[in-house]
């Protein structure tokens, strides 16, 4: 058998294997979670005890206008140009923060920003996941362990869906370093859409440490 002629397969930090071709077989759905995911169960019973409590952060609202202003007049990147509003008034749907946590291997080097972060951020619920949501916490961590891969959409998904189903207001925090395949690129992309159709938000945070 020629060696030469057999195919080849490459791979890296994203959860996918690319032929030589350019035929792309993504396995973002098939990676299992060396964490046991989040129970259904729990992640509903957590939104609905929050949602049945008054909101007592602030809550912020996109700026589109300033941000594409920020976006065009000083090149910024759309992340970069970003800007939200506090709004004084809280939507009247129960509303709660959520700060999403990237617990993948590839995040490790950057654990002094992610702490920094969640030390300055407020929030009523913060979940972690890799491929899937896998735990949560109410308190900032002094510690996180990274490991495995990781998916953006399978984590917003869920979220979301609950949030939907208990006719809650979501606003999402998530710091990540947005390693993902392209095809859970797309599906992150249309969830988003969903969160911010409605009264919902989403923000990307990425450490700075990948920023450099």
Same mark, same amino acid.
Request: proline content about 0%; hydrophobic content about 35%; glycine content about 2%.
């Given at each position: 058998m020629d060696f030469f002629s057999l195919p080849k397969f490459f791979h890296g930090r994203k959860p996918?294997?690319?032929?030589?071709?350019?035929?792309?077989?993504?396995l973002a759905h098939h990676i299992k979670s060396p964490k046991s995911p989040l129970n259904e169960r729990i992640l509903w019973s957590i939104f609905r005890e929050l949602?049945?409590?008054?909101p007592n952060l602030p #809550?912020?609202?996109?700026? &589109?206008?300033?941000?594409?202003? /920020?976006?065009?007049?000083?090149?910024l990147n759309f992340e970069e140009s970003l800007t939200y509003r506090e709004l004084d008034i809280f939507p009247q749907k129960p509303f709660i923060k959520v700060l999403l946590i990237d617990s993948s291997?590839?995040?490790?080097?950057?654990?002094?920003?992610?702490?920094?972060?969640?030390?300055?951020?407020t929030y009523h619920i913060m979940? #972690?996941?890799?491929?899937? &949501?896998?735990?949560?916490?109410? /308190?900032k961590p002094s510690k996180i362990k990274f490991i495995g891969g990781t998916?953006?959409?399978k984590p917003l998904k869920?979220?979301?869906?609950?949030?939907?189903?208990?006719?809650?207001v979501l606003q999402i925090e998530h710091i990540s370093d947005a390693e993902i395949s392209n095809r859970d690129q797309?599906?992150?992309y249309q969830i988003i859409k969903k969160i911010d159709h409605g009264s919902s938000e989403y923000e990307l945070i990425m450490p700075a440490y990948f920023k450099t």
């Open positions: 996918k294997i690319e032929r030589n071709n350019h035929e792309t077989e993504v949602s049945t409590k008054e #809550y912020k609202k996109l700026n &589109l206008k300033q941000s594409l202003l /920020k976006h065009v007049s000083y090149g291997f590839s995040m490790k080097a950057a654990l002094d920003d992610i702490l920094n972060i969640i030390e300055k951020s979940f #972690y996941h890799d491929v899937d &949501l896998h735990d949560y916490s109410f /308190k998916s953006h959409a869920r979220i979301h869906q609950v949030s939907e189903d208990l006719g809650v797309l599906e992150t």
